[in-house]
T-cell receptor, first 114, second 114 residues
Framework: SAVISQKPSRDICQRGTSLTIQCQVD?????MFWYRQQPGQSLTLIATANQGSEATYESGFVIDKFPISRPNLTFSTLTVSNMSPEDSSIYLC???????????FGPGTRLLVL | GENVEQHPSTLSVQEGDSAVIKCTYS??????FPWYKQELGKGPQLIIDIRSNVGEKKDQRIAVTLNKTAKHFSLHITETQPEDSAVYFC?????????????FGTGTQLKVEL
């Protein structure tokens, strides 16, 4: 399976600021996804990161709040904009080598907003 | 859309006993069911998966069973060990169409006691 890294691994931020999270894969993958996992909860899909085009957002998530970039087949970023304490969560990147194959997750970014 | 229910939310077993976690899904078109293990401070790790053309799959101490008619699938862990303690998530998706989107269950906190 692919080796996935995320930066930063954790951060503490002030409300009103923005944080960009990076996801790097050691091989080219067709699909990259961003999830949010609130404390003690399950995983919620934020968006599918599309290479060379705008991300596809799930209901309840908007581009202005969670802008996503995917410049190539091994890298993506998620920005959490204008943060509030409710954005405190684990943000997870996942990848699938092809549309058919299963998803593999990165280690996550633990975000605390004060 | 798909809805996945998972039970129990917490499960405590003695070391060496078996553990069973059950999930039900709503969309009869779903045909791929992975299970993830999430240890504290880490991202979810794929431990086993099953496709709808198979009724059971086994990998050492871990097995998954699928009942397509009843739309439920289960994770079985035998001879549990302390390192099995983690949160387990089931998920469901369609292998074709659906854009590789996973729908997750709510998670089961498994604690293996000495």
């Amino acid at each position: 399976s692919a080796v996935i890294s995320q930066k930063p691994s954790r951060d503490i931020c002030q409300r009103g600021t923005s944080l960009t999270i990076q996801c790097q894969v050691d091989s080219q993958v067709t699909m990259m996804f961003w999830y949010r996992q609130q404390p003690g909860q399950s995983l919620t899909l934020i968006a599918t990161a599309n290479q060379g085009s705008e991300a596809t957002y799930e209901s309840g998530f908007v581009i202005d709040k969670f802008p996503i970039s995917r410049p190539n087949l091994t890298f993506s970023t998620l920005t959490v904009s204008n943060m509030s304490p409710e954005d405190s969560s684990i943000y997870l990147c996942s990848v699938a080598p092809t549309v058919q194959e299963t998803q593999y997750f990165g280690p996550g970014t633990r975000l605390l907003v004060l | 859309g798909e809805n996945v229910e998972q039970h129990p939310s917490t499960l405590s077993v003695q070391e060496g006993d078996s553990a069973v976690i059950k999930c039900t899904y709503s969309d009869s078109a779903s045909n791929y069911f992975p299970w993830y293990k999430q240890e504290l401070g880490k991202g979810p790790q794929l431990i086993i998966d099953i496709r709808s053309n198979v009724g059971e799959k086994k990998d050492q101490r871990i097995a998954v069973t699928l009942n397509k008619t009843a739309k439920h699938f289960s994770l079985h862990i035998t001879e549990t060990q302390p390192e099995d303690s983690a949160v387990y998530f089931c998920a469901a998706r369609k292998l074709t169409g659906g854009g590789n989107k996973l729908t997750f269950g709510t998670g089961t906190q498994l604690k293996v006691e000495l």
